[in-house]
């Protein structure tokens, strides 16, 4: 067996150990260190099965790092080799003794090519998900799934790539939202597969990565949906891009932040009573807070389901860039651009919305010109599957984009 610098071909890949490279037919993957890392040790011990706790002293780099980041590489590893936890033809697990790689490997004799372009694995049924840089460089992660006419969904808070199509929060907004269409999606900076480290979390910033998104994506016009923070996105980008948005979708949306809408002190107290309480519950990981926090987004779900979206979130970002997003996102305001829309927008909303209130929706209506408001019966911020508005939501959007 050969360690060390060296270069290992397997499948359409090639891993060079020396420069820390991973590339597809001769094309770079860009994939973070630790992941790298990972692919390489597992690569070089591929004759056995390396437990778990050498993983995480030899990718943490001595550093203590917990089970759940080693499950973030492993599952980012396994995407960019074209591999997941269900098939397993790279990395396989071996319960309770860690993973081994078990796909036949060579050495190759030459370096692999070092061209710019930059992609990433494909994914079942037509799913293909890469990565592009914004205006400041931060990279983002974005995914093109199925086939038809483009409909393109601004990030979220939060969103992972890798899990949303199974994660019982978003897996049936992934199914609706493709259906007889190319749904393009992508992961917010900070959060997902998208970078972590970033310098800033700005409406411009935000701006820019979808900017950078549909540049890279090759759309030249497009319909375009927001839902909750990122119906202000996609307001502002409508507002900047007229040419690029043909029709807009707003559900879940706001223009004013809570701590900038607030009208008076009592409205303020509240914002803060409400920020304080998410900061608590992501600096402390209490489940209590995190519970709370949940409810808000999911009213009609039970508590275990509460439990799976405050999982669900520890997954999809670290504490440090929750908090960032919960105090940036109080203080958006699209407002006083939302006039400059010209495009023809759809407005949905949960009549009893328990984390943005209706108002807001029919705040978003006023300012937009060319806009109508649907109001649907429900209590919860986002759509559960099980919700009787689920279909409705979808039968609006399905002839909205239709006209």
């Given at each position: 067996m050969?360690?060390?610098g060296?270069?290992?071909?397997?499948?359409?890949?090639?891993?060079?150990?020396?420069?820390?490279?991973?590339s597809?037919?001769?094309?770079?993957?860009?994939?973070e260190?630790?992941?790298?890392?990972?692919?390489?040790?597992?690569?070089?011990?591929?004759d056995?099965?390396?437990?778990?706790?050498?993983?995480?002293?030899?990718?943490?780099?001595?550093?203590?790092?917990?089970e759940?980041?080693?499950a973030?590489?492993l599952?980012?590893?396994?995407?960019?080799?074209?591999?997941s936890?269900?098939?397993?033809?790279?990395?396989?697990?071996?319960?309770?003794?860690?993973?081994?790689?078990?796909?036949?490997?060579?050495?190759?004799?030459?370096?692999?090519?070092?061209?710019?372009?930059?992609?990433?694995?494909?994914?079942?049924d037509?799913?293909?998900?890469?990565?592009?840089?914004s205006a400041?460089?931060?990279?983002?992660?974005?995914a093109?799934?199925?086939?038809?006419?483009?409909?393109?969904?601004t990030?979220?808070?939060?969103?992972?790539?890798?899990?949303?199509?199974?994660?019982?929060?978003?897996?049936?907004?992934?199914?609706?939202?493709?259906?007889?269409?190319?749904?393009?999606?992508y992961?917010?900076?900070g959060c997902?597969?998208?970078?972590?480290?970033?310098?800033?979390?700005?409406?411009?910033?935000l701006?820019?990565?979808?900017?950078?998104?549909?540049?890279?994506?090759?759309?030249?016009?497009?319909?375009?949906?927001?839902v909750?923070?990122g119906?202000?996105v996609?307001v502002?980008?409508?507002?900047?891009?007229?040419?690029?948005?043909?029709?807009?979708?707003?559900?879940?949306?706001?223009?004013?932040?809570?701590?900038?809408?607030?009208?008076?002190?009592?409205?303020?107290?509240?914002?803060?009573v409400?920020?304080?309480?998410?900061?608590?519950?992501?600096?402390?990981?209490?489940?209590?807070f995190?519970?709370?926090?949940?409810?808000?987004f999911l009213?009609?779900?039970?508590?275990?389901?509460?439990?799976?979206?405050?999982?669900?979130?520890?997954?999809?970002?670290?504490?440090?860039?929750?908090?960032?997003?919960?105090?940036?996102?109080?203080?958006?305001?699209?407002?006083?651009?939302?006039?400059?829309?010209?495009?023809?927008?759809?407005?949905?909303?949960?009549?009893?919305?328990?984390?943005?209130?209706?108002?807001?929706?029919?705040?978003?209506?006023?300012?937009i010109?060319?806009?109508?408001?649907?109001?649907?019966?429900?209590?919860?911020?986002?759509?559960?599957?099980?919700d009787p508005?689920?279909?409705?939501f979808?039968?609006?959007?399905?002839?909205?984009?239709?006209?």
């Amino acid at each position: 067996m050969v360690v060390g610098g060296a270069v290992y071909s397997f499948g359409q890949y090639e891993l060079d150990t020396d420069r820390r490279r991973l590339s597809h037919d001769g094309q770079p993957v860009h994939v973070e260190p630790p992941t790298v890392d990972l692919l390489c040790h597992l690569v070089e011990h591929r004759d056995r099965v390396v437990p778990k706790e050498e993983l995480l002293d030899t990718v943490g780099r001595g550093r203590t790092v917990g089970e759940a980041a080693l499950a973030t590489w492993l599952r980012t590893a396994r995407l960019a080799i074209g591999d997941s936890g269900t098939r397993q033809q790279f990395i396989r697990t071996v319960r309770r003794l860690g993973y081994q790689f078990v796909a036949r490997v060579t050495v190759a004799s030459t370096t692999p090519p070092t061209a710019p372009t930059v992609t990433a694995a494909a994914e079942a049924d037509h799913e293909v998900i890469r990565f592009c840089r914004s205006a400041d460089g931060t990279r983002i992660a974005y995914a093109t799934t199925g086939d038809g006419p483009p409909l393109v969904k601004t990030a979220n808070w939060l969103t992972h790539l890798d899990l949303d199509r199974t994660t019982p929060m978003w897996a049936h907004w992934f199914d609706g939202l493709t259906r007889g269409r190319q749904l393009i999606r992508y992961d917010e900076r900070g959060c997902g597969l998208s970078e972590w480290t970033v310098p800033s979390f700005t409406l411009d910033d935000l701006v820019d990565d979808l900017d950078s998104v549909v540049d890279a994506a090759g759309l030249d016009r497009f319909p375009l949906i927001g839902v909750s923070q990122g119906g202000a996105v996609a307001v502002a980008y409508a507002a900047r891009r007229p040419e690029r948005v043909s029709r807009l979708i707003l559900t879940a949306a706001y223009a004013r932040g809570r701590q900038v809408r607030a009208a008076d002190d009592a409205e303020r107290d509240a914002a803060d009573v409400d920020l304080n309480i998410a900061r608590a519950g992501w600096r402390s990981q209490d489940s209590s807070f995190l519970r709370f926090f949940a409810s808000q987004f999911l009213a009609d779900a039970t508590p275990a389901e509460w439990d799976a979206f405050a999982a669900y979130q520890r997954q999809t970002t670290s504490p440090a860039n929750g908090l960032r997003f919960l105090e940036e996102f109080t203080r958006i305001d699209v407002s006083g651009i939302a006039h400059q829309v010209t495009c023809p927008t759809l407005i949905i909303h949960s009549r009893d919305d328990a984390r943005v209130p209706v108002a807001q929706a029919l705040e978003l209506a006023t300012l937009i010109p060319d806009s109508r408001l649907i109001l649907l019966e429900s209590r919860n911020h986002l759509f559960t599957a099980a919700d009787p508005a689920w279909p409705t939501f979808l039968s609006h959007l399905d002839n909205f984009l239709s006209e």
